[in-house]
């Protein structure tokens, strides 16, 4: 049984959390949407969504962890047990995540190791489908890409040998030695960056502010989105890690510690990033408009192409940018992976390495289904509809269940025992009244764009993963607990 695992440290799970949050989103998806949400002016939904959803909902889930002490779908249970397969669904679109982020990890994994010879040549987009990411041509579903399938292999196997072990052993450990190498890594290519001719372009092209755009609600619901998927929130991922807390930690100091942490790292990542996109508008001539893009796009194509017009140091600055992605990529996996490797070993009262086994064989065989000639599509597809659909209900209903049916004023006093910020009546009102709102707006909204663009593969695949869940969640749900 894993339940009674606990942090050597508050700073472990610090770290372990920071490690959960700061993940590929904070580099390649934060700038793009800084800049096409009316740039400099973005920051005021962005931190006014800080302050409502973010910081609020962390504290709710760092609460309920440290409360309680017991797996998500254990809280349920205890809360209600018709409530135990909502806890289920959730952990297991989590895993879904998991299971599609170790392909993206196995990408940069290729690229990492590419970077020292940068056998990505002057094509860096016909290097990406036909060797790593595949396209969207249905055909190439036949074959492997034989290098993305290596990488997934072997992250599975790092993955496990991490999980497996005692929480402090392993997640953090690894988390107290990657995240800080993390943060010199990219700060070092950030100083580098703001130092490159044309950087000032870049900048300049990104916090251009647009005030009208504060009055689109689209820009409001960007800002709300990318908090909650650059901290995780609402994914079991906080409150399974909090619930290794020890007695008297400072759960809302921590919060405080985690959210300005992932913030300060996207937001000064955004800076570097395109420093370095207006050093290749200067040097190349090419608009920036052309060279703006988000995710694998800005990372595997945009990237390279840059990297081959610094001279030597592209050659130093390549290795390091895809092995940073690598340490962000591995923590949040780790993060994503625990909610359902506690949850699985706590109903069926299995060791935590058999748990971790049982679970890594498992998601290793979905992930390789997902190297074939058409990886990038697919992950495309899964990622989309999983945050859009599944994870962002979920979050809201956690909000009613929380708030309404247990009550949120019995985690006031552990919240407020040991920090030095209390919370009190605001908070409350946030979390009761407040966030469901806000969160049951943007499912509609997400929930109409996904339906009324999706094409007939797409809905099909949708369709797939919500039966996959639904019947798991059912099976797991029913089976009897093993302290019973």
Same mark, same amino acid.
């Given at each position: 049984?894993?339940?009674?695992?606990?942090?050597?440290?508050?700073?472990?799970?610090?770290?372990?959390?920071?490690?959960?949050?700061?993940?590929?989103?904070?580099?390649?998806?934060?700038?793009?949407?800084?800049?096409?949400?009316?740039?400099?002016?973005?920051?005021?939904?962005?931190?006014?969504?800080?302050?409502?959803?973010?910081?609020?909902?962390?504290?709710?889930?760092?609460?309920?962890?440290?409360?309680?002490?017991?797996?998500?779908?254990?809280?349920?249970?205890?809360?209600?047990?018709?409530?135990?397969?909502?806890?289920?669904?959730?952990?297991?679109?989590?895993?879904?995540?998991?299971?599609?982020?170790?392909?993206?990890?196995?990408?940069?994994?290729?690229?990492?190791?590419?970077?020292?010879?940068?056998?990505?040549?002057?094509?860096?987009?016909?290097?990406?489908?036909?060797?790593?990411?595949?396209?969207?041509?249905?055909?190439?579903?036949?074959?492997?890409?034989?290098?993305?399938?290596?990488?997934?292999?072997?992250?599975?196997?790092?993955?496990?040998?991490?999980?497996?072990?005692?929480?402090?052993?392993?997640?953090?450990?690894?988390?107290?030695?990657?995240?800080?190498?993390?943060?010199?890594?990219?700060?070092?290519?950030?100083?580098?960056?703001?130092?490159?001719?044309?950087?000032?372009?870049?900048?300049?092209?990104?916090?251009?502010?647009?005030?009208?755009?504060?009055?689109?609600?689209?820009?409001?619901?960007?800002?709300?989105?990318?908090?909650?998927?650059?901290?995780?929130?609402?994914?079991?991922?906080?409150?399974?890690?909090?619930?290794?807390?020890?007695?008297?930690?400072?759960?809302?100091?921590?919060?405080?510690? $985690?959210?300005?942490?992932?913030?300060?790292?996207? /937001?000064?990542?955004?800076?570097?990033?395109?420093?370095?996109?207006?050093?290749?508008?200067?040097?190349?001539?090419?608009?920036?408009?052309?060279?703006?893009?988000?995710?694998?796009?800005?990372?595997?194509?945009?990237?390279?192409?840059?990297?081959?017009?610094?001279?030597?140091?592209?050659?130093?600055?390549?290795?390091?940018?895809?092995?940073?992605?690598?340490?962000?990529?591995?923590?949040?996996?780790?993060?994503?992976?625990?909610?359902?490797?506690?949850?699985?070993?706590?109903?069926?009262?299995?060791?935590?390495?058999?748990?971790?086994?049982?679970?890594?064989? /498992?998601?290793?065989?979905?992930?390789?289904?997902?190297?074939?000639?058409?990886?990038?599509?697919? $992950?495309?597809?899964?990622?989309?509809?999983?945050?859009?659909?599944?994870?962002?209900?979920?979050?809201?209903?956690?909000?009613?269940?929380?708030?309404?049916?247990?009550? $949120?004023?019995?985690?006031?006093?552990?919240?407020?025992?040991?920090?030095?910020?209390? $919370?009190?009546?605001?908070?409350?009102?946030?979390?009761?009244?407040?966030?469901?709102?806000?969160?049951?707006?943007?499912?509609?909204?997400?929930?109409?764009?996904?339906?009324?663009?999706?094409?007939?593969?797409?809905?099909?695949?949708?369709?797939?993963?919500?039966?996959?869940?639904?019947?798991?969640?059912?099976?797991?749900?029913?089976?009897?607990?093993?302290?019973?």
């Amino acid at each position: 049984m894993t339940q009674q695992a606990q942090w050597d440290s508050s700073l472990a799970f610090i770290f372990a959390m920071i490690g959960a949050a700061v993940g590929l989103g904070n580099i390649w998806r934060f700038s793009y949407v800084l800049y096409s949400n009316g740039g400099g002016s973005f920051f005021i939904p962005y931190f006014v969504a800080i302050a409502i959803m973010g910081i609020p909902f962390l504290i709710l889930e760092y609460g309920v962890g440290f409360s309680f002490k017991e797996s998500f779908s254990k809280i349920m249970r205890m809360i209600k047990p018709e409530f135990e397969i909502i806890a289920w669904i959730l952990v297991l679109f989590v895993f879904v995540v998991t299971i599609y982020y170790m392909v993206i990890l196995s990408w940069d994994l290729v690229y990492l190791l590419s970077s020292f010879t940068f056998n990505w040549g002057t094509d860096t987009a016909a290097y990406f489908v036909n060797t790593v990411g595949g396209s969207s041509n249905l055909s190439n579903a036949s074959f492997l890409l034989i290098p993305t399938t290596v990488g997934v292999l072997l992250l599975w196997i790092v993955l496990w040998f991490i999980s497996h072990k005692n929480v402090d052993k392993g997640i953090g450990k690894v988390s107290k030695i990657l995240i800080p190498a993390l943060f010199v890594i990219m700060g070092i290519i950030i100083v580098y960056a703001l130092t490159l001719p044309g950087a000032n372009i870049g900048i300049e092209t990104l916090l251009t502010p647009d005030w009208s755009m504060l009055l689109n609600i689209d820009i409001w619901l960007a800002a709300f989105a990318q908090i909650i998927f650059s901290l995780s929130m609402g994914q079991a991922i906080a409150l399974t890690y909090a619930s290794y807390l020890p007695e008297n930690s400072k759960l809302i100091d921590n919060v405080l510690i $985690v959210v300005a942490s992932n913030s300060a790292f996207e /937001i000064c990542t955004a800076f570097g990033v395109f420093s370095i996109l207006g050093f290749m508008s200067l040097t190349n001539g090419t608009p920036m408009v052309q060279l703006i893009t988000e995710g694998t796009g800005l990372v595997f194509i945009v990237f390279p192409m840059i990297f081959n017009i610094m001279g030597p140091i592209g050659r130093i600055l390549a290795p390091m940018l895809f092995l940073a992605i690598l340490f962000a990529g591995v923590t949040s996996a780790l993060g994503f992976f625990e909610p359902m490797l506690n949850s699985t070993a706590d109903k069926l009262g299995w060791s935590r390495k058999k748990a971790a086994t049982v679970l890594s064989i /498992i998601g290793c065989a979905f992930s390789l289904v997902l190297t074939t000639g058409i990886s990038s599509y697919l $992950v495309g597809i899964i990622d989309t509809f999983v945050n859009q659909f599944g994870i962002l209900l979920l979050i809201g209903v956690q909000c009613i269940i929380f708030a309404w049916f247990y009550g $949120v004023e019995h985690f006031l006093p552990a919240l407020n025992e040991s920090s030095t910020f209390k $919370v009190g009546k605001t908070w409350s009102f946030i979390i009761k009244y407040l966030l469901p709102c806000v969160l049951i707006i943007m499912w509609a909204v997400g929930i109409f764009q996904l339906f009324t663009t999706a094409e007939s593969f797409e809905i099909m695949i949708d369709s797939i993963i919500i039966i996959g869940v639904l019947v798991a969640a059912v099976v797991l749900t029913k089976i009897r607990p093993a302290d019973e």
